[in-house]
């Protein structure tokens, strides 16, 4: 009984460990995992990635305004900058470009506004959080 108890005890310590590396793992990839809006803005990229090979196709674009405005109300890695009247302007005016986007339904008017939106993402993190700049950029230069 008392070799049970304990193997029960190593194996249960044993996944804890693991879960707890794959947890800094994640966290030395992703240093602002902690704040809502940072995943928010992960789930973005590549809802825009999607958006881009809707766009390179000529097809409409699913809606993605309501899941995305929530980056108006999410905290932030640096609450403060999240608050401040500039930061929601540049996120309405993101939301207002995506709203333009998915009305669009002609192939260059679909072009045009999705480089809008890229061009928003880019305006807004060169002021808040330049970080992820390099990879918005990869968001650019639609084939067609």
Wanted: glycine share 4%; proline share 4%.
């Amino acid at each position: 009984m008392k070799y049970i108890l304990f193997y029960a005890i190593l194996i249960m310590a044993s996944c804890q460990s693991k879960s707890e590396e794959t947890t800094a793992r994640d966290s030395s990839r992703y240093p602002n995992d902690d704040a809502p809006l940072a995943w928010l803005m992960r789930e973005m990229f590549e809802d825009m990635e999607e958006m881009k090979t809707s766009v390179e196709k000529g097809e409409q674009i699913k809606s993605y305004v309501e899941k995305h405005q929530e980056l108006l109300t999410l905290r932030g890695t640096e609450p403060h900058k999240s608050q401040q009247v500039s930061f929601q302007m540049m996120g309405n005016g993101y939301l207002e470009s995506l709203k333009t986007l998915e009305a669009s339904s002609e192939p260059e008017e679909l072009l045009s506004n999705y480089q809008t939106l890229v061009n928003s993402c880019l305006a807004c993190h060169t002021n808040y959080c330049p970080g992820p700049i390099k990879r918005i950029k990869k968001l650019e230069g639609v084939k067609n």
